[in-house]
């Protein structure tokens, strides 16, 4: 082969360098040869290795001969030299020591002693006195030592390097080899025939002896001559150095010990291969083993028989080995034995050997019925031939499935049944060990052997398992073990094909006690396995026998093709729980309690019970009963099917059904019980859980400790190994088994006891393990101290296992308040307590830190995800749970899932989860971890990992930002994901944990600064972009073998599921840790993270570039670098993206090789039709699958829907378990029903079958991707939603221009992703269009979009709070840019030159408006449209940006003017002109194409019919929308649209329809929900922005807008005053008062009421008519209004003097209409309340507000807002002449509340209503009212009273007086307001007098208080000087109000003067005069007295 060829080239490259250097080779050859050696085998094999090159140097160089001085001959002497010093035995068992174990040494003892004594001591040195037998053995060479801890790869050298020395000595050196074989043939020969020569002469001796003892009369004296004794002794001396070499046995045994145990490992020898391309065909080898069958002495010949027996191991070579004995040339038997086979059989072949265990069998029996007779007896060489035959026959079937089959249904082998009949025959014990091996080798399920498909496996088991019940059977019919002594019911019990077993009679007991030891004790008056254990085995202290029957037991039990493995720790036993199929449940039924209990509690009783109390020759051996009886112990556990009292999870109702309905409901019956009873697993169960000896012998196993363990090596260790890790295995299967058992079996067993068929026993105390584990805390200590064991991490894992479960359990979570510290006491949980006052404390936290630290060539996990082989029997149903390959990998992960599962809320603190992480014991929540020099934790481990995956990324990784993904890396999340996941889940549930969050984050932050490093480190990219890069060309290409494997699984969805459920956990802890920061204003360690996540992914960490090359002040410059620049945050962003698609790829296309795999013709399971479903399941996967899942569905009957369940991270997937049953369920009911009739049927069954198992398990694996990607963009989410809200301020780099790029990069970012239409292909910019078909598989489904709406749902929320950041900092751009427009004014703050720009906004308006653009998309896309949440989220960002753009451009045009008479600042304009382009250009976007259009049919139909919180988003967007089309000089867009489409009337229809009643809901006490009056208000805001343009009041009007508010309901329940007084709860505080409420239901319709009624025509009677019905309907809140703000009594509030000023503004438009009084003058007397019954409300205004300072007592504040505001002063410079006029007036000097912002808003509101009075007032007296006859004249109705003394004033009606006082204190006012605005210009222009502090007052008094930190000195005097400037133009605009109202007035008092002194003449009396209402004013008659009044003023 090439290997061989390879092999000889090395050689003969050696050989040339030797004969290169002639005096080394001369000089080697006398080191080996002529120079002394200490050991003589040792010398011998390098002789031997020397020979065997020396050969090959001759043949290969020339010269080589003439070197070393010697030719061949002498080169073969040596070699027969080196045989004869004892290479073999040298080879054998010094260098292949660590192979001999003590079974094989058991098994080849013959041979080892023949190894042993052919190199004994000279025969000169043996006297006649040392030549027993027993000083022959002690003569004999002493054996080597065997070293057993050799590491594992130097083992495979030594095999290696002997492989290599055994094939060349045979291959080159077969002629010596068969000449020292014959030559010991004869040897053997001769030396036999002079023994039976010897012999015959002894007997004729004593022979003669006899007779002449006879003749002398001695018969009595039998003894011999004592002088006789010495040639007898002689002789055996002279026999025992004559004994001849026997070196072809030892070589023989060198290949068995080379080749044992190693599956096809001899492959070579057996000449025909199985035709693998590594196996190597060697025709030497093979005619050597063909040569060896020719041997005819008896030694050679079990020297062969266990050469094969080795050559025969693994599948391969098994049959060839069967092949080999079924058609042997070999040579016949000796005629010593042709009795045995006389049918002349070949000595190697099956024949032989049936033929003689058979031929024993028979002569053995014939023997039974004489007692008398001698007994016969197989010869002891006899024995040793046949039971190397028999380890042959083991070593062929248990490798090979076709030789077991053969043999076991072969009628002329009849091998099962031969070996019973001689195994109850008496043979001596190894003989019986020997025969019940093989039995157990032909019932083992061997999981070395390949099963090939499903379906050839499924028969394999069921032939198996047939044997095995077979063999239960043979052995319950041979009572090899006796059960019963009715011999009559066994008879009748015995199958027609078993022998008939003579047995004694007598009837056993059918009662069953559980608990109690075994209820089929084995009868002790016979024989049988139990006499030859106690009395043959016991005795000599050696138990083969019994360790071979025990292993039969074990062997015979097997496990369930459908059930896990008994070592998988990590599956449910009872959910996966599935009863043995080789266990008949009806064995021994007709004559005992059926089951194969007896054997088991024979298992039970009789050896592990007893295995303390035996001795032992070899101590090993006792480990080894230990082992074998617990796993006869966990496989009984293991095949306990209780899966019938699992409740049915999917009811509503489960918890009410008691255990024995659960029972039945799940199928349960009367049989399954009685199985469930019998099965010996419940006996063993029940056993531990009473308490029994059983337990602690469990527990006496595991005192052997840890140590022990983990220094005891070879056979010992292994025993002991197994043997501790089935304990522990045990009680971890009992502890998740008992509660079904105690809570459910039980109870329907004792309330079925009488259907059972027979009495049932059960123990009266039964109690958890945890219970009875309380009492031996020892022992607990002592499990938990298995951590440490460095032997076999399966311990470890199940002590994790067992741990996890007793800290969950409420016995030792419980709190033991005895527990004692130092002096003090604590309160402790009973788990840590124990631990902590343990003396092994300490070793079990370092054994925790030593599993976290496991690092072997298994850690790395595996990167596989399509298991679908696992998935077809329900192990596993996705990506969550499939487990790792090695119990390495599982450690630390179990390890962490301990400490999550104790730091749960629901378990107090301290628990063995704190105390493990190193957290205090008396204090967790405040005391300081300890340092890692002080006392390692299991957190500084966890750490330390996490630092090991940073370190491993390397410097280019922190350097690059983590953007590179290195091939080689060694990183935790590349090879561990899973690891990594647990270990950032633990950070962040420490750091979330109320207990241990300010510990931990102090200790993060002052050893390493965690977060930071962690997220700078950490490689953003999860894999390479296939997009980018074809990985699978590389790996193909690539010639490093792990390099392929490493791509491989470089996609595996497994590894990108847990590497973004890693970052997942890492970036909300991030966001936690960012968050704590800022709340803590930690600036410095805050602003390092932000400053990372913000910065340029392309530049090197620390060094940002500068800004001024990034951006440009002018639009267009640097354009191009602003959009290639990405952030750190988006640059995680967009890895993580493109890992999903590109795993998502993978998977997909995993799923299409599967269901070709499994659905083509190459898995095809025969008939006509295969074809044609092969093209339908390749064609399905092709195309959309929903007819073809319906299809399959159909056929089956079956709904997949119920099984979806939530697994452990809430993620819905198909519970495969119950999937595949439910799948089988129908099956069968289809078989039943005969619906299968036909092979083409069956056939679309089973692969329907296949399809929904194929679907459903990578539909599972795409809804946890997808899960795990969700999770990992929310924690991704936090992070930027933290950096754009509460850190945002800490982003220093850039100052605000900085902050600016960033929230734009991350808007234009993340509105790219929600405008993609496509969930997860997105072509790059390098995949051509050729080759984007390769990539495409098929289109999203509709699932995949449901998702990815979700997706974009989830991100929605987080683009609309980046954009309402942007907006923000353009309305800080406006500001600034105002403030910078203003310094660069000549003149300003007393500057004498330009000062450079302000930097304002400096992004570019082209990105800006493609952003807006697809801003306007992504509201448009499929998954916008399908989700309302993200359509909403999408609005509200419009909402923002078009805010935004708006106030950039309201702050630019304010300073527009100014800015175009200077034409010095061209950049300035410049900018301007561009930014004005901003709000044109998002115009234009939606005017030039049906954007607009589209847009506005989505958010016309929300605000319409969206669900409540959405529609004040709608009708928000529409008010924003409106205002932007606004800009347009046509007729307004979307009030057009809006008409068109008819959305008006529905709008303003839906007020009355469907949303009255639910506003009057809202002005409850205690409402459930104010949606109805948020989007009132949205609504009504709509409204009045489309009502102040004419257009938009036509349509409102058109739409019956007046009725509706008109009618409105809620308008008229206004609560009273003291209705809130009652509110005084914590959720109170969260909702607006009542008042409040109504205010803002009110409000607007009053309003859009004065927007309106200044929008109608005169001439439009109607629609005056119907504003006047408004008053009309709602007179009485109207009314109530206007009277609380008039009486002395009633606070005054903003909200009340804003509702007045609304109502006598409207009143005053609306009687300004004469058809309107006209109306309310006819309608007089009809009981009609109007306009003019509100006459004296409105006029009592006057009186109360106007004539002096006094209502400002009455001012209160109703929140927050208002609190605030009578704090901040509202202007710090005006003139103190505020008092001075108060005092000229003779008032009290002016509350300071007045001077206040809040109360200058209550100031002006006064002075507007007294201004609507005064005019309503100035209107009515104006109006000639219309007579009631056409005779008549018009009178005039004066308004006020003739009094013109203020003390004659009434409370309620004004007077004259009030005029003359308001026209006194305006005129002051309007003189002070005059002065303050002077000042105030003055200041304005003259900014640089005032000091930083006055400037900083000013700006905190300012709406741009919030910008006081980005102002310089500079700016802040120029913002100042815009400020003040705008304070001057609303005192001036105050004083020209007042100016007006003076006039009014002066107008009224000379109206009024008038009326009264022409009344006083012409009727001499006052008191007739009357007001517009109706109603007279009081008064006195007389002119002297009005003339008094006239002289007052």
Same mark, same amino acid.
């Given at each position: ?623 080894? #009963?230990? $082992?074998?009886?617990? /796993?006869?112990?966990?496989? !009984?556990? %293991?095949? *306990?099917?209780? &899966?019938?009292?699992? +409740? ?52 006496? #196993?595991? $005192?052997?400790?840890? /140590?022990?363990?983990?220094? !005891?090596? %070879?056979? *010992?260790?292994? &025993?002991?190994?197994? +043997? ?1270």
């Amino acid at each position: 082969g090439t290997n061989q060829e390879l092999s000889e080239v090395a050689a003969l490259d050696k050989i040339s360098y030797l004969v290169r250097d002639s005096d080394f080779l001369v000089k080697l050859n006398a080191e080996i040869v002529d120079k002394q050696w200490n050991d003589e085998g040792m010398k011998g094999f390098v002789w031997l290795q020397w020979a065997l090159l020396a050969l090959f140097g001759m043949k290969r160089s020339p010269g080589f001969d003439r070197l070393i001085g010697y030719r061949e001959d002498r080169v073969e002497n040596i070699a027969e030299q080196a045989i004869q010093m004892g290479a073999y035995r040298f080879a054998v068992d010094y260098l292949l020591g660590f192979r001999v174990t003590d079974d094989l040494e058991y098994d080849l003892s013959a041979e080892f002693e023949v190894l042993q004594r052919q190199h004994a001591k000279a025969p000169a040195a043996t006297t006649a006195s040392d030549s027993s037998p027993e000083n022959i053995e002690k003569a004999a060479s002493p054996r080597y030592p065997h070293f057993t801890d050799i590491p594992a790869d130097f083992q495979w050298q030594i095999e290696r390097t002997l492989e290599d020395t055994l094939s060349t000595f045979i291959e080159r050196m077969s002629s010596l080899i068969r000449r020292v074989r014959y030559s010991e043939e004869d040897a053997i020969y001769q030396a036999q025939q002079a023994e039976q020569q010897r012999l015959f002469q002894e007997e004729q001796r004593q022979q003669q002896q006899q007779q002449q003892l006879m003749l002398q009369g001695g018969y009595r004296y039998s003894r011999p001559i004592a002088g006789n004794a010495g040639p007898s002794a002689s002789n055996t001396a002279a026999a025992a150095a004559a004994e001849p070499r026997r070196d072809t046995e030892c070589l023989f045994l060198w290949i068995t010990v080379l080749y044992s145990e190693k599956p096809d490992a001899g492959l070579r020898f057996w000449g025909q291969g199985s035709g693998s391309s590594h196996v190597e065909l060697d025709d030497r080898l093979s005619v050597f083993l063909r040569w060896g069958s020719d041997c005819r002495e008896q030694g050679m010949i079990r020297g062969y028989f266990n050469m094969l027996s080795a050559l025969a191991c693994g599948p391969q070579a098994s049959i060839c080995a069967h092949e080999f004995m079924s058609a042997s040339s070999g040579s016949l038997m000796s005629p010593s034995r042709s009795q045995v086979a006389s049918n002349q059989a070949p000595l190697c072949s099956w024949s032989a050997l049936f033929g003689a265990l058979d031929f024993y069998a028979s002569s053995l029996r014939e023997n039974e019925p004489d007692p008398l007779a001698e007994t016969p007896e197989i010869p002891e060489a006899e024995i040793s031939l046949l039971r190397s035959f028999l380890r042959l026959c083991r070593s062929v079937v248990r490798y090979s499935i076709v030789a077991r089959t053969t043999l076991y249904e072969s009628p002329e082998y009849n091998a099962i049944m031969t070996i019973f009949n001689l195994l109850g025959c008496v043979v001596p014990v190894p003989l019986k060990a020997s025969l019940i091996s093989t039995i157990a080798a032909f019932g083992e399920l061997n999981p070395e052997i390949p099963y090939g498909d499903d379906a050839h496996a499924d028969s394999i088991y069921q032939a198996i398992n047939e044997m095995a019940r077979r063999s239960w059977i043979l052995l319950e019919q041979s009572q090899t073990l006796p059960t019963t002594n009715n011999l009559d019911a066994l008879r009748d019990a015995r199958p027609a094909d078993v022998q008939q077993v003579p047995m004694p009679g007598k009837t056993p007991s059918r009662r069953m006690n559980i608990g109690r030891g075994s209820t089929h004790r084995p009868l002790q008056n016979r024989g049988g396995i139990v006499y030859e254990l106690e009395e043959v085995e016991a005795a000599v202290e050696t138990y083969p026998e019994v360790r071979a029957f025990v292993r039969l037991i074990s062997s015979l039990i097997h496990s369930s093709s459908g059930a896990p493995a008994l070592s998988n720790m990590e599956r449910d036993p009872v959910l996966y729980s599935v009863p043995s199929p080789s266990i008949p449940t009806d064995l021994g039924e007709s004559y005992r309690v059926p089951g194969v209990s007896p054997y088991v509690g024979f298992v039970l009783d009789n050896v592990l019970l007893k295995a303390e109390q035996r001795s032992y020759r070899y101590p090993s051996e006792k480990w080894s #009963v230990y $082992a074998l009886s617990l /796993d006869v112990v966990e496989r !009984s556990l %293991g095949t *306990l099917d209780l &899966s019938a009292f699992i +409740a049915d999870t999917s009811g509503q109702n489960t918890t009410r059904l008691s255990s024995t309905s659960i029972f039945q409901q799940n199928g349960g019956s009367t049989s399954a019980l009685q199985a469930i009873v019998t099965h010996p697993g419940f006996e063993i169960a029940i056993r531990i859980l009473c308490g029994s000896k059983l337990l602690d012998t469990l527990l006496h #196993v595991l $005192a052997v400790g840890v /140590d022990a363990l983990n220094t !005891s090596t %070879g056979d *010992l260790g292994t &025993s002991i190994e197994l +043997a501790v890790a089935r304990t522990l295995r045990i009680l971890l299967r009992v502890l998740r088994i008992q509660n079904v058992l105690l809570r459910h079996t039980v109870p329907v067993l004792l309330e079925s006891s009488d259907a059972l068929g027979f009495p049932i026993n059960l123990p009266r105390s039964l109690t958890t393990l945890e219970q009875l584990l309380l009492t031996r805390k020892e022992s607990v200590i002592r499990i938990i101290t298995y951590i440490g064991c460095a032997a076999s991490p399966e311990i470890c894992l199940a002590t994790i296992k067992i741990i996890h479960i007793l800290s969950d359990s409420s016995v030792f979570n419980g709190v033991d308040d005895g527990m004692t510290r130092g002096s003090g006491s604590l309160t402790l949980n009973r788990l840590v307590g124990m631990i902590d006052q343990s003396d092994e404390s300490v070793r079990i936290l370092h054994g925790f830190i030593n599993c976290l630290e496991l690092e072997d060539e298994n850690s790395a996990e595996s990167q596989s995800g399509a298991l679908i082989g696992e998935a077809a029997k329900g192990f596993t149903s996705g990506l969550e749970d499939q487990q790792p390959l090695a119990s390495s990998q599982s450690i630390p992960i179990a390890i962490i899932d301990l400490l999550l599962a104790n730091l749960s809320p629901s378990k107090p603190a301290p628990t063995i989860a704190h105390y493990l992480l190193g957290f205090s014991l008396s204090k967790p929540a405040t005391d300081d971890l300890p340092d890692p020099s002080q006392r390692a934790t299991c957190l500084h481990t966890i750490l330390d990992l996490l630092r090991k995956d940073r370190l491993a990324s390397g410097d280019a990784a922190a350097s690059t930002a983590g953007d590179d993904y290195s091939v080689r890396s060694s990183g935790l999340l590349v090879n561990r994901p899973r690891l990594a996941e647990r270990c950032y889940h633990l950070i962040y549930h420490l750091c979330s944990d109320p207990v241990t969050s300010d510990v931990t984050l102090r200790f993060l932050r002052a050893r390493e600064n965690f977060f930071s490093t962690q997220i700078s480190t950490t490689a953003a990219t999860i894999v390479p972009d296939l997009q980018q890069t074809d990985a699978e060309a590389y790996a193909a290409s690539s010639s490093d073998l792990e390099t392929v494997g490493y791509f491989a699984g470089l996609y595996g969805p497994i590894r990108v599921y847990a590497q973004m459920h890693a970052r997942a956990w890492l970036w909300r802890s991030t966001a936690l840790e960012l968050h704590s920061l800022v709340l803590q204003d930690s600036r410095s360690r805050a602003k390092l993270i932000v400053e990372w996540l913000v910065g340029d992914a392309n530049q090197s960490s620390g060094s940002d570039a500068d800004e001024n090359d990034v951006f440009s002040v002018l639009p267009g410059n640097g354009a191009q670098n602003f959009l290639d620049s990405r952030m750190r945050v988006l640059a995680l962003f967009d890895c993580l993206r493109q890992a999903y698609r590109d795993s998502s790829f993978v998977l997909r296309r995993q799923q299409r090789e599967t269901e070709h795999a499994y659905l083509s013709g190459g898995d095809s399971l025969g008939g006509d039709n295969d074809s044609d479903i092969a093209d339908e399941g390749v064609a399905s996967f092709s195309s959309p699958s929903n007819q073809t899942a319906a299809l399959d569905t159909d056929i089956l009957n079956v709904d997949v829907s119920s099984c979806i369940v939530s697994n452990e991270r809430g993620c819905a997937v198909y519970d495969l378990h119950a999937l595949v049953a439910l799948l089988q369920q129908a099956e069968q009911s289809l078989e039943s029903s005969g619906a299968l009739n036909s092979s083409a049927t069956r056939q679309r069954v089973h692969r329907a079958i296949r399809r929904i198992v194929i679907r459903s398990y990578f539909s599972n694996q795409e809804r946890e991707l997808f899960f795990a990607y969700s999770s990992a963009l929310r924690g991704w989410k936090e992070v930027a939603e933290i950096v754009v809200s509460s850190a945002w301020d800490k982003i220093e780099s850039g100052g605000r221009a900085g902050r600016e790029r960033t929230a734009f990069q991350m808007l234009r970012r993340l509105v790219q992703v929600l405008s993609e239409n496509d969930p997860v292909y997105n072509p790059g910019k390098l995949i051509s269009a050729s080759s984007a078909t390769g990539w495409w598989i098929e289109p999203p489904s509709a699932e995949q979009e449901l998702r990815h709406s979700e997706l974009l749902t989830a991100l929605a929320p987080t683009l609309s709070l980046v954009t309402e950041r942007l907006a923000l900092e353009w309305t800080r751009s406006g500001v600034l840019s105002r403030a910078s427009l203003a310094m660069n004014k000549p003149g300003v703050s007393g500057q004498s030159r330009q000062l450079p720009p302000a930097i304002d906004s400096r992004l570019p308006v082209e990105p800006l408006l493609d952003a807006w653009k697809l801003l306007v998309g992504s509201a448009l896309t499929p998954a916008a449209q399908s989700s309302l949440h993200l359509r909403g989220n999408v609005y509200a960002s419009m909402l923002h940006f078009l805010g935004g753009i708006r106030k950039l451009a309201t702050a630019e045009a304010e300073d527009t003017p100014g800015l175009s008479m200077n034409k010095q600042l061209s950049s300035s304009v410049t900018k301007h002109r561009s930014k004005s382009r901003l709000v044109s250009g998002a115009l234009d976007v939606l005017a030039d194409s049906t954007l607009g259009d589209r847009l506005l049919e989505s958010v016309s139909t929300d605000a319409a019919d969206a669900s409540d919180a959405w529609k004040t988003v709608a009708f928000s967007l529409l008010d924003a929308l409106s205002t932007l089309f606004g800009f347009e000089p046509s007729p307004n867009r979307a009030v057009m649209f809006l008409a068109r489409k008819n959305f008006f009337s529905s709008y303003i229809g839906s007020i009355i329809r469907r949303e009255d009643q639910a506003i009057q809901a809202t002005l409850q006490l205690d409402p459930a929900s104010l949606n109805s009056l948020y989007i009132y208000e949205a609504k009504m805001a709509f409204f009045l922005r489309i009502a102040q343009r004419q257009d938009g009041a036509e349509k409102l009007l058109e739409n019956g807008i007046l009725d509706v508010l008109a009618d409105c309901a809620f308008l008229d329940l206004k609560p009273s005053v003291r209705s809130d007084g009652g509110q005084t709860s914590y959720a109170d505080a969260f909702i607006p008062a009542r008042a409040e409420r109504y205010h803002q239901l009110l409000m607007p319709a009053l309003d859009l009421m004065l927007v309106l009624v200044t929008r109608i025509g005169r001439d439009n009677l109607t629609l005056w008519m119907k504003a006047a019905r408004f008053i009309s309907q709602h007179y009485g809140v109207l009314e109530a209004i206007l009277k609380e703000a008039s009486l002395p009594a009633q606070p005054l509030s903003i909200a009340l003097l804003t509702e007045a000023k609304a109502i006598s503004a409207l009143v005053f438009y609306i009687s300004r209409q004469r058809a309107v009084l006209d109306r309310e003058a006819a309608l007089a007397g009809s009981g009609h309340v109007g306009i003019s019954s509100l006459n004296l409300p409105m006029l009592a205004l006057l009186s109360k507000l106007c004539a002096s300072s006094t209502w400002t007592r009455r001012l209160i504040t109703t929140n927050d807002v208002e609190r605030a505001q009578s704090q901040v002063p509202a202007s710090p410079f005006d003139d103190d002449v505020k008092d001075s006029v108060a005092s000229a007036l003779g008032e009290r000097p002016i509350n300071d509340i007045q001077h206040t912002v809040f109360g200058q808003q209550a100031s002006e509101l006064v002075d507007a209503i007294v201004h609507n009075v005064i005019s309503y007032a100035q209107t009515i007296t104006d109006q000639s009212v219309k007579s009631p006859t056409p005779d008549e004249t018009r009178t005039f109705r004066p308004a006020f009273t003739w009094s013109i003394e203020h003390s004659r004033e009434s409370d309620y009606t004004p007077s004259l007086a009030t005029l003359v006082a308001f026209v006194r204190r305006s005129m002051s006012q309007i003189e002070r307001g005059r002065k303050a605005r002077n000042e105030k210009l003055r200041l304005s222009k003259n900014s640089s007098e005032m000091t930083a502090a006055d400037l900083r007052k000013l700006i905190d008094a300012s709406p741009y208080v919030e910008l006081s930190d980005d102002l310089n000195t500079s700016q802040m005097r120029a913002l100042a000087s815009v400020l003040l400037a705008q304070q001057g133009q609303r005192i001036g605009r105050s004083i020209t109000m007042l100016v007006a109202a003076v006039e009014q007035a002066l107008v009224l008092l000379w109206r009024h003067l008038s009326y009264f002194i022409n009344t006083n003449a012409d009727n001499g009396d006052l008191g007739n005069g009357y007001a517009l209402g109706g109603g007279a004013y009081g008064g006195h008659s007389g002119g002297n007295r009005l003339s008094s009044s006239m002289s007052l003023p």
